[in-house]
């Protein structure tokens, strides 16, 4: 049986499994915001096409700038990409013959494009999935002849915050033994900027951190994402970058949603009431969930051997939860469950219900 290897898409996933697709489905698999763009983009949809006749500026202005502005680094620190996944790709082509560490369970496209980068790839699995507690000295153990630890906060898939001393604990490490961090915050829009690492990057060399714009801003078909790191590093990345590799309706998308407070506010509100809601209802019914500092967790239901039975009773459902087939340490006993609307929770509980009563 082929698992997909990311979530979203779920017309191939039902295709892929010969389930047949009933009429409504709720898609839990993926992460992306489930109010969708902020109302701002869709008013000023008319005004962006005319956007679409120049090239794009190269250096991603004004939004890098912007985006320097509310981290408080300089615009040269800045670099940014056809979504957190292109800069990731390019990320990993400086590790080629070099080894690299991740963190697993973590997000599938570390390992995808350290391999196609041609690192030497060192797996540390975390044992306890529920609090995600890090091996601290076997990872530093591994530091000492790796050229980059990858640490994803809030993980993806559990949803798991990494404090930020623990992190600045591997940094100043790191700066001992030579070894780089990438911090990749794709999801740290959803929590408090307190645990971000983006101010140690003037204070430590070796510090680099990865956000998108897809997730928050709802926007993952435009692709938006951008690094922060020390101005070398970024001009080093940039060089090997296509010419203009960020189109101008994403700069101008992006500009937009970065002066939306309200929208990220009302984001992180909605997605944490929902995740109250569903943990409450999920540890009533036995299981065991993640806790998650994003718009997503991850729950083991109480006879994990059923997991595969339960997503597939959930598909045929209308409801496509994310399998754990392919995150190492996982071994396919948990689903990662995207905080996607009122209605789709209850659909989901309610199917849910329906399972327990049948076994
Ligand atoms: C942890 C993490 N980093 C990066 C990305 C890529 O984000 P983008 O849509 O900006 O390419 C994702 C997408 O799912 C992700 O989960």
Redesign the pocket.
């Known amino acids: 049986m082929q698992f997909p290897s ?2 979203a898409n779920y017309e191939a996933l039902y295709q892929n499994f010969g389930i047949n697709m009933p009429e409504q489905v709720f898609d839990l698999s ?2 992306v915001n489930f109010l969708g763009a902020p109302n701002a983009v869709k008013e000023a949809w008319p005004n962006l096409l005319p956007k679409i006749q120049a090239y794009p500026h190269p250096q991603a202005e004004p939004l890098r700038s912007l985006l320097a502005q509310s981290h408080q680094v300089k615009p040269t620190q800045i670099l940014v ?8 790709t390019f990320f990993a082509q400086r590790f080629a013959g070099k080894r690299v560490i991740l963190i697993h369970p ?2 599938s ?1 570390y390992k995808m494009t350290l391999e196609a980068a041609g690192a030497d790839i060192e797996e540390i699995t975390i044992t306890d999935i529920k609090k995600y507690t890090l091996p601290i000295q076997q990872i530093k153990d591994a530091m000492n002849s790796a050229a980059c630890l990858y640490l ?1 906060n809030p ?2 898939p559990t949803g798991s915050l990494i404090k930020r001393d623990v992190l600045e604990d591997f940094i100043t490490y790191g700066e001992e033994v030579g070894c780089e961090i990438l911090v ?1 915050e ?2 740290m829009d959803w929590t408090d900027e307190e645990h971000s690492v983006i101010s140690l990057i003037n204070q430590y060399s070796n510090v680099t951190v ?1 956000r ?4 928050m801003y709802g926007i ?1 078909g435009v ?3 951008y690094l922060i790191s020390r101005v070398q590093r970024v001009q080093e990345l940039a060089k090997k970058l296509p010419h203009w590799n960020v189109n101008a309706l994403a700069l101008a998308i992006g500009e937009i949603c970065l002066m939306d407070q309200t929208f990220r506010e009302e984001s992180i509100i909605k997605s944490r009431e929902l995740k109250e809601e569903i943990e409450d209802f999920l540890i009533n019914r036995g299981c065991e969930v993640t806790k998650s500092a994003a718009n997503f967790l991850c729950f083991q239901l109480k006879e994990p051997s059923k997991t595969r039975d339960f997503y597939f009773y959930c598909l045929k459902r209308g409801i496509v939860l994310r399998h754990t087939e392919n995150y190492l340490g996982m071994n396919g006993q948990w689903l990662r469950i995207g905080m996607k609307g009122s209605r789709a929770v209850e659909t989901f509980m309610k199917v849910m219900d329906e399972w327990h009563e049948q076994n």
């Open positions: 990311h979530g993926e992460n990409g056809n979504g957190a996944a292109e800069l990731l973590t997000f496209e994803c993980n993806n990749d794709a999801f990865m998108s714009m897809t997730k993952a692709r938006l994402g």
